[in-house]
């Protein structure tokens, strides 16, 4: 059994954490490789590391103050060294950033957060440090290259008892450094876990794991406790984001389960990302999700359905206009088609000419401030009553539905509601099926 | 107050019913314009004029017994002459059409059971005959040339006080003899409402309306009383079909009602099809209908969601190879497509080839044996607890829902359903919700 574990700014931020981190891997010796993120905020008020080393780069650039950056920077790093008892020569750590500011490299600058708290986390473990630069690989387009990556990472990883590394950045072919973007050292915990062949993937926060609702919305919502990899991405598409969108790729490849852990809060069993689709462990409802900020835009032609290509057409039009769509319902004469009002701004009326031109239509409008809310699971087929329920206690809310859309692939429903109706929308949902949840 | 009335086959199969259509005409003296198709059937094993005359075409074409079936189309008439008492030769008209059979044309003859029919009724009613090759014109590619049409069909038959015309066929500009489809009186009814400004188009036939159901899967379902044209084109899309389907443009732009009636029950008052959509008389549901029939085209592809055009391109193929969808609804990494099987069938492999080659799913399959169930009312937006009853018995009929489409048109809901469970959906459908049928 090997786990890798990824924690988190704010499981790193000081040294308690420091010692929840030790007091966690010291528990399951299976937690065999440890991938650290650049120390977070200690309060509201504080300042992540990261975002100090991008002003550094920043005011290097613009000629402004560097040295109050690094002395905070410093500051930072210190107070971990000192309430930890390390011996540690920051001091030549800081001399070398300083040094390189003469000629600034974003990439480079901001690695150095999670760098130093891969050194720091190595001599206080006593588990080797290995730089990720020297198997995180990214391409000439600035993508990982997954191939170079998996192998030379196995190679180092694999006869190592224990390891220690720092997420967020690799190096392209010539050595620069190069970053994911915020967030990316979920990435490189998977690119561990996969290197290592790792049985779970635990990923530490500061949160019990994935909620079931916005806790924005509804208060105080359940954990999730298991979630396929799909029901995930519905999820996170709608907005209920745990895990970094690009970390699931290098896993879900592998068949590798990802446990979302609370630092704070060990014994939580956090929620659980299963390996495979076909485990149908979980409640009929797996979460629920939603945004705001859509528009429809509406045709109606007599006789629409008689005309072969007309779908095709409108589709191919938004896409030329690069404007993805959400969702298509069509009726017989009226074809509506969902998108993201951001998406259709720039270029909402050439598409309309556009449309008009290319079909002709009786009539076309697009109707703004629309909001989706989805019910995600994958256990909802079995379950045929639960749509109706759904719809049930948004009716019983009072809240009229503009559209349904339950696919074949039956994992999620979506609705989509009048945008001022979107958080009551959730609310009923949520409060009306608590059972299933 | 002008209405125009357009009577069946069945509605003019012998003398009886020529009385009870000079009794309804006399009821009601806004009932001035009168459209007849050629005589139907009287009885079950009966054969109707059209196809006598198709067979005669037919036999005439091979070197067959045209004889026998001149002698059948003179008994059918001669029946009506000696019952109505009427003074008509006959005899003359069958050898104007014998004469033709040197040089046999199919349309025209096929349009002589109207036009028989309609000398008779002019003969029985005492009202002038106006032949429709007169006004209703064919353009080149054999369709209907609307303003031509109207505009001489208002020459000709505004100035009269009444007028008998045969329904089914028309001429193109150098006179020779068109028809519609079978079915294709309906249209000419609709032709003459608009050219004499009807305030009603009565389409008389030997049922009491549209039906709520198919009478075949439940048992004695209600008539509608009111449907818009909108929800009249889904049910037909769906299968329910009460007029020919090109019957409503003519009208529809005209904003000219229509009244299904019966010619055995006169005082039903059978189903009318409203002239405007906005016109909210009606129930919650209008009609429940479906087809079977249908294939899903199902496409997976981890990041579908991010890959803008994706749904172009898979509708463009399909449009490519003539294949119109019904439905497309989305997940965020797999897409369905609805389609008629039977419009599938040769093209299957190669859209798959093409599907897989431009778009490289992870999954592709067709899944047949799908039937899709609509329930329609333009008014069932109104009531937002509908389309959760709707799921509701349909879930307690043990029945799967595959997919659910509810457009933001909101005329209707469809729902996918496995074949095989299709009756059985529709009659959960019926039973459930009667109430608000």
Redesign the interface.
Known sequence: MIITTKFGGSSLADADHFRKVKAILEKDPARRYIVVSAPGKRNHDDIKVTDLLYSLYDAAEKGGDTESLLQAIYDRYLELVKDLDLTFDLGAEIDTIRRSLVKPEKEYLASRGEYLNAKLMSLYLGWPMVDCSLFVTFDDHHLLDGPATYQKGSDLLKGLEHAVVPGFYGADKSGIIRVFSRGGSDITGSIVSRCVGADLYENWTDVNGMLTADPRIVSDPKTIETISY?EL??LA?MGASVLHEDAL?PI?QAGIPVNIRNTNQPDEPGTMILASDTDCRGHLITGIAGKKGLS?I?L?K?LM??E??F??KV??I???H?????????????M?VLVETADLEKEREAILEELKEALHPDRICI?DHIALAAIVGKNM?RH?????????V???A????????????????IL?VDEKNYEKTITAIYNGLQEYL
């Open positions: 799909q991405r519905e598409y790729a879900r429809n509406q109606d007599d359905n008689e072969v290509g779908g095709a589709l191919s938004l896409a030329s690069g404007v993805p769509y959400e969702h298509t319902p069509t009726s017989i004469d009226t509506s109707e087929a045929p009553g639960l749509a109706a329920k759904v719809l049930q948004v009716a019983d009072g809240i009229n539905v503009r559209m349904i859309d339950v696919s074949f692939s039956e994992v999620n429903m989509a």
